[in-house]
């Protein structure tokens, strides 16, 4: 913006600080420090736990005192952004504050779905997410499905498409860590497969299952492999049970990797895969291929609009014997995959840089928020 603003930053999925990482936490860290970045105060407001509140009337009064404490962090702000709303977790607290206090308001990351407005048992969170994007000065989505929703309940001026983006030097290629890890692996010039996921009930175990079979049928077959699983959660012992007798020491469990530390790992392998089966955006993909490299996932969701499918990956219909193919492609195919490696950074920096992909999103604001003030 042409003068540094302070944003009341409000997140009811998780506090931008919580210390189990997921893609939307990751997300919102990344978007407060590109905004901070670009020379703005961003300040997290309280959190409270807002997922299903429209279900629990017993929580409405901690959710109003805690409105009242929301609030007063953000006086002296300039405008109010919230990240996500969507039925299960809608933005109760957003479109009030920022009335009260005569502040713009914005969401990233906001879904709507017609279907939920059709079931008793949803109904509730659809309305009030509905509600809280209808009084949004603009909604910026990161996600093309949700845009697709927007463009059914808003004018075309009130919501715009941001492409997800890393943070500048946050990942890269590391040759040191790649000798060094390589080594405590034991890999020597074997192709070695990274995959990463949180550990818990859901479609990531699904995922993971997939890259396991994945890679037994490719041993099976004759190829000469390893894989390395980054991630932790509940069902890990579950995942360990179940890929152990399948690769035996081919495989590597690292537990829990902290992101800083996830370039080292990226920069050791050779390949990424994960199927990214009802994955949202994918960030994974964009740090792995960041690190330089090719990314193998479905095109189930979210995954294409974060790999160049034969330019920096290869993105596969929903069949996991498409996905064995592709995986093994790259696996026997040195060359090929050594220039969509080479081509995975170049991808990133050029498409998916937060600083230039986030820099419309803040003249967006710009412009309400001037607007509102000359008005």
């Given at each position: 913006m042409g003068l540094p603003v302070k944003i009341a930053f409000c997140t009811p999925f998780k506090p931008v600080h919580h210390p189990s990482i997921s893609g939307d936490v990751t997300i919102a860290r990344d978007l407060c420090e590109t905004l901070q970045g670009f020379g703005h105060?961003?300040?997290?407001?309280?959190?409270?736990?807002a997922k299903n509140i429209h279900l629990k009337p017993g929580r409405w009064v901690g959710a109003g005192l805690a409105l009242k404490q929301m609030m007063e962090q953000a006086k002296g702000a300039d405008c109010w952004l919230t990240y996500g709303s969507y039925y299960k977790v809608p933005?109760?607290?957003?479109?009030?504050?920022a009335k009260q206090l005569g502040l713009p308001y914005f969401i990233f990351q906001a879904s709507y779905a017609e279907n939920r407005g059709k079931r008793v048992s949803t109904w509730p969170g659809f309305a009030l997410n509905r509600r809280a994007m209808r009084l949004a000065d603009h909604i910026f989505c990161n996600r093309m499905n949700d845009v697709h929703g927007c463009a059914k309940l808003l004018p075309d001026d009130r919501y715009s498409y941001v492409k997800p983006g890393?943070?500048?030097?946050?990942?890269?290629?590391?040759?040191?860590a790649r000798a060094r890890l390589r080594d405590e692996w034991g890999a020597g010039d074997t192709p070695v497969i990274v995959t990463a996921a949180?550990?818990?009930?859901?479609?990531k175990i699904k995922g993971l299952q997939w890259v396991f079979e994945t890679c037994a049928d490719l041993v099976a077959n004759?190829?000469?492999l390893k894989l390395v699983v980054a991630g932790d959660g509940p069902r890990r012992a579950e995942m360990e049970a179940l890929a152990l007798p399948l690769l035996g020491d081919r495989v590597r469990f690292l537990g829990m990797v902290e992101r800083e530390d996830l370039k080292g790992v990226f920069s050791a392998g050779d390949i990424f895969a994960f199927p990214g089966l009802e994955e949202s955006v994918g960030m994974v993909y964009l740090e792995a291929q960041q690190c330089g490299l090719p990314a193998v996932a479905t095109d189930d969701e979210g995954a294409p609009h974060v790999i160049a499918h034969d330019y920096s990956g290869i993105v596969t219909p929903v069949s996991q014997v498409k996905f064995t193919e592709a995986v093994d492609r790259l696996v026997t195919d040195v060359e090929f995959r050594k220039k969509l490696g080479r081509q995975a950074i170049e991808y990133v920096e050029q498409n998916h840089s937060a600083a230039t992909n986030y820099l419309e999103m803040e003249?967006?604001?710009?412009?309400?928020?001037?607007?509102?003030r000359s008005g």
């Amino acid at each position: 913006m042409g003068l540094p603003v302070k944003i009341a930053f409000c997140t009811p999925f998780k506090p931008v600080h919580h210390p189990s990482i997921s893609g939307d936490v990751t997300i919102a860290r990344d978007l407060c420090e590109t905004l901070q970045g670009f020379g703005h105060e961003v300040v997290p407001v309280k959190y409270f736990p807002a997922k299903n509140i429209h279900l629990k009337p017993g929580r409405w009064v901690g959710a109003g005192l805690a409105l009242k404490q929301m609030m007063e962090q953000a006086k002296g702000a300039d405008c109010w952004l919230t990240y996500g709303s969507y039925y299960k977790v809608p933005d109760v607290f957003g479109s009030w504050a920022a009335k009260q206090l005569g502040l713009p308001y914005f969401i990233f990351q906001a879904s709507y779905a017609e279907n939920r407005g059709k079931r008793v048992s949803t109904w509730p969170g659809f309305a009030l997410n509905r509600r809280a994007m209808r009084l949004a000065d603009h909604i910026f989505c990161n996600r093309m499905n949700d845009v697709h929703g927007c463009a059914k309940l808003l004018p075309d001026d009130r919501y715009s498409y941001v492409k997800p983006g890393l943070p500048g030097g946050m990942f890269e290629y590391d040759k040191p860590a790649r000798a060094r890890l390589r080594d405590e692996w034991g890999a020597g010039d074997t192709p070695v497969i990274v995959t990463a996921a949180m550990m818990r009930h859901g479609v990531k175990i699904k995922g993971l299952q997939w890259v396991f079979e994945t890679c037994a049928d490719l041993v099976a077959n004759g190829r000469d492999l390893k894989l390395v699983v980054a991630g932790d959660g509940p069902r890990r012992a579950e995942m360990e049970a179940l890929a152990l007798p399948l690769l035996g020491d081919r495989v590597r469990f690292l537990g829990m990797v902290e992101r800083e530390d996830l370039k080292g790992v990226f920069s050791a392998g050779d390949i990424f895969a994960f199927p990214g089966l009802e994955e949202s955006v994918g960030m994974v993909y964009l740090e792995a291929q960041q690190c330089g490299l090719p990314a193998v996932a479905t095109d189930d969701e979210g995954a294409p609009h974060v790999i160049a499918h034969d330019y920096s990956g290869i993105v596969t219909p929903v069949s996991q014997v498409k996905f064995t193919e592709a995986v093994d492609r790259l696996v026997t195919d040195v060359e090929f995959r050594k220039k969509l490696g080479r081509q995975a950074i170049e991808y990133v920096e050029q498409n998916h840089s937060a600083a230039t992909n986030y820099l419309e999103m803040e003249r967006t604001m710009e412009s309400v928020v001037n607007r509102r003030r000359s008005g």
